[in-house]
């Protein structure tokens, strides 16, 4: 470790996090922003910020206690968080995500935050914007530069199905090559990330792998007393899916899954720019229910109160990335189904906790003949559930994975201050 912030009388190191989403958003990337960011901040030797933005996620809509902010730094847990404005697209093309990118920047260049002397900069990608802003604030203040890749952009839009994403891709790309270009160390979620981050001209040498962690509390109620609360009926099957209604989740399998099954009910819990599009497209079907994002402290009490809990992509996204929602869903205890394609990092997650089944995407006879055989072996399926917490405890821990990007963070301070030395 460099000398700041460790010995007596010198002052604690301070760190800049770039995260577009963080709280008091409650899914995505937000979460573990915050979780990560507090973890610094609590440590007695991190001097925490973040640059980020303003509540948006994952109802593509700003959050009406940011009405009309343009800039503002607070204080949230111990961390000064330096927000944005920027625009949000209610409806996603390539324009309106490179609007929105191009906002993000621009907000960030124009009104840098005030920080004072930094020692590192940490961001979190798929941003473009803010894996640039994350450079170019490193660079300026002769700082290590740490993205971490929760997903890539130019592969994201390639598959995303929206209007230009083809084209925006090969943009998305030659950006990511020039922001990881730059970095000390480079962190990603999966490891099935390296090798496209190798891709981009990356020594794979400077490739950390720092998975996510199941950042949600642990059921607290029994099923019975929430099912009973919620109004779902013992004799039912309900097949939950919890998160961002977005083009990307292909979440009409779920639907269709309802208008050709009427005996189970299919709950989609969250919010999201496909949300109004998906409940006129199951219009009048009884057993379709959609519900709000549940708060964070009842939040598992659902998905544990379900019989089975769905995570859906669209046939033409092969994701390397892990959905956030599928670590809340292992901690639930529940059955997993997974309507993915077999070569994603999805897959490769759901086959590595045996937690869950793997049914082809957007097929939804297929999916309702894993919710049928699971519903019909009910210790079966308990069996198959409680592997996920087991999982979490194993290899998704909040401790071991905010030691681990804590590690990266050190790593890159080590590796800067060794290669400084080396040129002077």
Do not use: C
């Amino acid at each position: 470790m460099p000398d700041i912030g460790t010995a007596e009388g010198a002052r604690a190191r301070r760190v800049l996090l770039v995260s577009t989403n963080y709280a008091p958003e409650q899914a995505g990337i937000g979460p573990y922003a915050a979780q990560t960011a507090e973890h610094w901040a609590a440590d007695g030797r991190t001097e925490t910020h973040v640059l980020a933005g303003i509540p948006h996620y994952p109802a593509w809509r700003a959050d009406p206690a940011y009405r009309g902010v343009r800039r503002v730094t607070e204080e949230r847990a111990g961390v000064r968080v330096h927000r944005r404005r920027h625009t949000v697209p209610s409806r996603q093309t390539a324009l309106r995500r490179a609007l929105y990118e191009a906002s993000i920047l621009a907000g960030g260049l124009l009104a840098p935050p005030r920080t004072g002397p930094l020692d590192a900069v940490v961001a979190q990608l798929p941003s473009l914007a803010g894996g640039v802003l994350g450079a170019r604030i490193a660079r300026r203040h002769g700082a290590p530069y740490v993205p971490v890749v929760q997903d890539l952009m130019g592969a994201a839009a390639a598959q995303s199905g929206i209007s230009g994403g083809g084209r925006a891709a090969g943009a998305a790309a030659a950006v990511e090559r020039h922001v990881l270009g730059r970095a000390t160390l480079v962190g990603v979620i999966h490891e099935t990330f390296a090798d496209k981050v190798a891709a981009l001209g990356v020594d794979p040498d400077r490739i950390r792998l720092v998975p996510n962690w199941s950042h949600v509390a642990r059921p607290s109620r029994t099923r019975a007393e929430t099912r009973a609360r919620l109004g779902w009926s013992e004799d039912r099957t309900v097949v939950l899916h919890s998160g961002n209604m977005g083009l990307k989740q292909g979440l009409e399998v779920l639907v269709e899954a309802a208008r050709a099954e009427p005996g189970v009910d299919l709950v989609l819990m969250g919010d999201g720019n496909q949300r109004e599009r998906l409940r006129e497209l199951g219009a009048g079907l009884p057993n379709l229910v959609f519900l709000p994002p549940a708060d964070d402290e009842d939040f598992t009490d659902v998905l544990a109160a379900a019989d089975v809990l769905a995570v859906t992509q669209r046939a033409s996204v092969l994701d390397m990335s892990i959905p956030s929602k599928l670590t809340s869903y292992f901690a639930a205890g529940r059955p997993v189904v997974a309507s993915v394609a077999e070569e994603g990092g999805t897959a490769g997650e759901v086959r590595r906790s045996g937690a869950g089944v793997l049914v082809p995407p957007e097929d939804p006879g297929a999916l309702l003949a894993a919710v049928r055989k699971l519903a019909e072996d009910p210790a079966a399926a308990q069996a198959l559930g409680a592997r996920g917490p087991a999982y979490v405890d194993a290899h998704l821990s909040r401790e071991a994975g905010l030691k681990r990007i804590t590690a990266l963070l050190d790593e890159a301070l080590e590796t800067h201050a060794r290669q400084r030395g080396t040129r002077t």
